[in-house]
C-alpha cells in the first residue's frame, strides 16, 4: 500500500519492480478500490481513510475506451459495494450506484448476459475476444449487483444481475455442469463443449452457492443448481492418484482432461462453505472430505517447487505415485500472485481450526516474500521451476484484495472476530458484503467501527 501511494497513487495499477505505472482497467484508481476491504479488515483504519478520501475526492467514472464488465463489476463494483458494507459510510454505496448505472446498459437485451466490455461514457456494449458469452462473466456479477438493489431499494441492478443468471439456468436445464461458451443470440444455449472448474467457467458455480446464501436462503433454486452441478462434479471430475492426490478435472467434448487450473483450487474452500452453510439434510457427505483432499493438492502444487511457488496450472497423472503425479502443465509455469489456494486454506481454517492450514498458509506467504518481493510491492515470477524465479514486473490487485487477506485471515487465531461468515458472504473477489437477514432492516445493520 505504502509502495503503491508513494509510485503510483489514484492509477489503476502499479508495476511493483519499477514503481512505474502498470496497466489501465478503467482509469478509476483500481487498486484503491480492490484494497479496501482488506484495510478494513487489518483494522488499517489511516490508510482506509486515504483510500475513502480520495473515493470522495477523486473518483470518476469516465474511462473513455471499452472496460472489462466482468473485471470492474468484481474489483470495482464489489470493493466500493465491501467498504460500504465493512464501514456503513454512504459515499461507498454512492459511487457504487453510479457504477453500477454506468454499467446497466452492458446488459443484453436480447439475451440478458452482459457483454464482454462496455465504454463507460456511452453505455455501448462490445464484443471480447469471444463471439458468445463466457460462463464465468455472466455468471459472476450477480452478489454485486444484488448488494446495490438491497441498499437503495431500487430492484434494476438485481433484476438484471438476476436475470443473466436464470438464463444460464435456463440453458442449464437441469444437467449440472455446463460448458463454459454461451451463445450471444436467440435464446440460451451453450456454444461449445468444454466443462472447467479452471479459467472461463470457475466462479458461475461459486457464485450458485452464495447467491442463496447472500439473501440468507431464501431462494431455493440457486442451491439446487449448485447442489446438481456438485453431484455430477463428484461423479465425472473429481479423481484421486495413486499417489493420493485429489483433484478436479475438466471435460472436453466428454474427454476427460488430467488438467487443473490453480484457479480450481478455489473449489476446496467452496465445497466446505457449502457443508457447514448447507442444512444437514442437504449435505453431501463427501463434500468435506474433498475438500480436504483438493486443498492438499494446491498446497503441494507450491510445495514441491523449487521455489515453493505454484504454477498457472498443473497435468495430474492419476497412474503415477506420490512425488511424480502433480507436473507443470504445458509450460504454465508462472505464478501471478493468485489467491485460490489461500483462499481454500483459509475456508478449511476457519471451519475445522486444524494448524496444519496456518503451516501451509506460512509456508506460502514465505514463498512470496522471498520470490515475490520487490522495492514498491510485489511481482508476479515467470517460472515457479527454478530455485529464484525471475520477477515479470507485474502485481494484479486482486493481490491485495485477496491473496493477502485470506493469508492474514488464516493467521488470526479465531478469523471469525475479523469476519464471520454468519453476517457475510465473500465476493469473488474476497469482498465481504453483508447478508440480508430475513425482515432485517437493512439500514440497522452496519459494523460502523
Not at 466443462?195 to 433454486?221: C, H, N, R, V, W
Not at 483433484?247 to 487450473?261: F, L, N, P, Q, V
Amino acid at each position: 500500500w505504502k509502495g503503491y501511494k508513494e509510485r503510483a497513487w489514484g492509477l489503476d495499477e502499479m508495476k511493483p519492480v519499477s514503481g512505474s505505472a502498470g496497466r489501465v482497467w478503467g482509469s478509476c484508481g483500481l487498486q484503491i478500490l480492490d484494497a479496501l476491504s482488506t484495510l478494513w479488515i487489518m483494522d488499517l483504519q489511516d490508510q482506509f481513510n486515504e483510500g475513502a478520501e480520495w473515493v470522495e475526492n477523486k473518483l470518476k467514472w469516465d474511462h473513455s475506451g471499452p472496460v472489462s464488465f466482468f473485471e470492474i463489476t468484481i474489483r470495482a463494483l464489489g470493493g466500493l459495494a465491501s467498504a460500504h458494507s465493512l464501514s456503513g459510510r454512504e459515499v461507498f454505496l454512492q459511487k457504487a450506484r453510479e457504477l453500477a448505472d454506468k454499467l446497466l446498459p452492458g446488459f443484453n437485451r436480447d439475451t440478458g448476459f452482459p457483454m464482454t466490455q462496455v465504454n463507460m461514457r456511452t453505455g455501448q456494449g462490445m464484443k471480447g475476444w469471444y463471439s458468445g458469452t463466457v460462463l464465468a462473466e455472466a455468471g459472476t456479477v450477480q452478489l454485486e449487483f444484488r448488494y446495490i438493489s438491497q441498499q437503495t431499494g431500487d430492484p434494476k441492478y438485481a433484476d438484471a444481475a438476476d436475470k443473466a443468471m436464470h438464463q444460464i439456468l435456463k440453458a442449464e436445464n437441469g444437467q449440472g455442469l455446463v460448458p463454459w461458451g454461451l451463445s450471444n443470440s436467440g435464446p440460451p444455449r451453450f456454444s461449445n463443449q468444454h466443462i472447467t472448474f479452471g479459467a472461463m467457467g470457475d466462479s458461475y458455480y461459486e457464485y450458485l452457492l452464495k447467491m442463496f446464501l447472500q439473501t440468507d436462503s431464501t431462494e431455493p433454486e440457486w442451491k439446487d443448481a449448485w447442489k446438481r452441478a456438485m453431484d455430477k462434479m463428484m461423479q465425472r471430475l473429481i479423481f484421486t492418484t495413486r499417489g493420493g492426490l485429489t483433484y478436479i478435472a475438466e471435460e472436453k467434448s466428454g474427454r476427460t482432461d488430467h488438467k487443473m487450473d490453480h484457479l480450481a483450487c478455489f473449489v476446496g474452500g467452496m465445497l466446505i462453505y457449502g457443508a457447514r452453510e448447507l442444512l444437514p439434510n442437504e449435505i453431501d457427505s463427501r463434500w468435506e472430505s474433498t475438500a480436504e483432499g483438493i486443498t492438499e493438492t494446491c498446497y503441494q502444487m507450491y510445495h514441491r517447487q523449487p521455489s515453493h511457488l505454484a504454477p498457472e496450472a498443473s497435468t495430474l497423472n492419476k497412474n503415477a505415485n506420490a512425488g511424480s503425479d502433480l507436473t507443470v502443465w504445458n509450460n504454465a509455469a508462472h505464478y501471478l500472485l493468485r489467491p485460490e489456494a489461500a483462499e481454500a486454506i483459509f475456508y478449511m481454517f476457519y471451519y475445522t481450526g486444524n494448524p496444519k492450514y496456518r503451516r501451509w498458509a506460512g509456508e506460502i506467504m514465505e514463498a512470496i516474500e522471498t520470490h515475490c518481493r520487490t522495492t514498491w510491492g510485489y511481482s508476479a515470477v515467470a517460472d515457479v521451476r527454478r530455485d529464484h524465479p525471475t520477477q515479470r514486473n507485474e502485481m494484479e490487485t486482486f493481490f491485495m484484495a485477496e491473496t493477502l487477506k485470506y493469508l492474514y485471515l488464516t493467521f488470526l487465531p479465531n478469523p471469525r472476530v475479523a469476519l464471520d461468515f454468519d453476517e457475510f458472504v465473500l465476493t469473488t473477489e474476497a469482498h465481504p458484503l453483508r447478508i440480508l437477514k430475513k425482515g432485517g432492516n437493512r439500514k440497522s445493520q452496519f459494523l460502523g467501527k
